[in-house]
């Protein structure tokens, strides 16, 4: 029987890590680990493996299935606060300019203008449509006289995750189903 599984290659096969409560280490980025890291943890009686895939690695002194959800053995505090990043942005966000509201052509727009000493920093920093971005220029929404729809602000993790339910990652292994949301896979 055909099963993607045994024709996997290993680079393709990244463990979904979990923390010590079973609940994924982080969601932005989803916390995959390379096989090697995965199988070294386990190795070194760091994590438990949780489910596996098909595929096996060889060596003259060992054979495994390479896991798919390993879980710490430790439990890590995740941190409050997620990276200031493009994509984070965008999904605090919910991927539509803050201006107008549309979700096509984003860019990013600073709220102060840097020119006025805007910094970079995840409250100056607007999801924004490119034409809304050209309209306001280097000016303060109140001189464009265009209003912010929120104000931004900077995320917890948990704000984040709880807008990622409508973007889950592209490309979700069935073995990792359990252990993240309930409607990931509904959405998908
Ligand atoms: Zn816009």
Not at 102 to 124: C, M, Y
Not at 141 to 166: F, K, V, Y
Request: with cysteine; charged share 20%.
């Amino acid at each position: 029987m055909y099963h993607p599984d045994r024709i996997r290659h290993p680079e393709n096969c990244p463990a979904l890590v979990l923390n010590a409560d079973y609940t994924p280490l982080s969601y932005y980025p989803l916390s995959l680990w390379p096989w090697q890291t995965a199988i070294k943890a386990v190795f070194l009686d760091r994590v438990d493996i949780v489910e596996s895939y098909d595929r096996e690695v060889h060596s003259p002194s060992f054979q495994m299935r390479i896991p798919s959800v390993i879980a710490l053995k430790q439990y890590v505090r995740p941190s409050e606060h997620p990276a200031f990043t493009r994509f984070n942005l965008f999904l605090r966000d919910k991927f539509a300019c803050l201006y107008c509201g549309s979700p096509k052509d984003l860019t990013f727009d600073h709220v102060v203008p840097r020119r006025a000493g805007g910094r970079t920093t995840w409250e100056n920093v607007a999801t924004a449509c490119s034409p809304c971005n050209l309209k306001k220029g280097g000016r303060t929404p109140r001189e464009a006289h265009m209003p912010l729809r929120e104000m931004p602000i900077r995320p917890t993790s948990w704000q984040l995750q709880d807008h990622g339910r409508a973007f889950p990652p592209n490309y979700l292994h069935e073995s990792w189903h359990d252990w993240l949301y309930w409607d990931v896979e509904l959405l998908a």
